[in-house]
């Protein structure tokens, strides 16, 4: 069941540019929003979180966007900087349940 | 203070074996959930253990199954392995349970069924 999704596997942009990734989620019990970024051959790392109380959140170059009526979030990388090229996974908390969308891999290009 | 320790990283299994992942969370943590992460399909929920019950369980067939032990280190078991159990298996760890405590995952066990 796919509760969260990310719908873009990939995303290219320019050393500089903003990198926005996207997250849609279905269930209205979730309640509490997490980035993770993933590189190859490691686990994924806790990046960024946002409640659904708020509509954003910001921690330096990453800012976080909640929509919650439109169920959708996004995570915004500005200025874009090669070493951000990974995979990243937005994920989604109900009560004691995460559940995460698929993975967006972002490539920043010099 | 160490981070989330998975073994084997790598495993090689033929169809039909049985295999069991380690994952020893961070000193002090006491929840313990594992995610199957294949391409495409990101990561997908497995169970979550705290003090040694299990408490949420994700959409798997009952191959798979998993413990915890009194010092919080947690098994996953595959039985009857099947082509499609091949994956990057994750462990991740929380102090507790509930929405506020991140998560820290391990590098994973990269599992493949021949």
């Known amino acids: 069941d796919q509760q969260v999704k990310q719908n873009s596997p990939s995303l290219s942009v320019q050393e500089g540019r903003i990198s926005i990734l996207n997250c849609d989620y279905t269930n209205s019990m979730f309640d509490y929003f997490l980035w993770y970024k993933k590189y190859p051959a490691e686990g994924p790392t806790f990046l960024i979180s946002?409640?659904?109380?708020?509509d954003k959140n910001e921690d330096g170059r990453f800012t976080v966007f909640l929509n919650k009526s439109a169920k959708h979030l996004s995570l915004h990388i500005v200025p874009s900087q090669p070493g951000d090229s990974a995979v990243y996974f937005c994920?989604?908390?109900?009560?004691?349940?995460?559940?995460f969308g698929a993975g967006t891999r972002l490539t920043v290009k010099p | 203070k160490a981070g989330v320790t998975q073994t084997p990283r790598y495993l090689i299994k033929t169809r039909g074996q049985q295999v069991t992942l380690s994952c020893s969370p961070i000193s002090g943590h006491r929840s313990v959930s594992w995610y199957q992460q294949t391409p495409g399909q990101g990561l997908q929920f497995l169970f979550e253990y705290f003090s040694e019950t299990q408490r949420n369980k994700g959409n798997f067939p009952g191959r798979f199954s998993g413990r915890q032990f009194s010092n919080s280190r947690s098994e996953m078991n595959v039985s009857t392995l099947e082509l499609g159990d091949s994956a990057l298996y994750l462990c991740?760890?929380?102090?507790?349970?509930?929405?506020?405590?991140?998560?820290?995952f391990g590098s994973g066990t990269r599992l493949t069924v021949v």
């Open positions: 994920a989604a908390r109900g009560g004691d349940d995460m559940r």
């Open positions: 991740a760890s929380s102090l507790y349970r509930g929405k506020n405590y991140g998560y820290t």
């Open positions: 946002i409640s659904s109380i708020k």
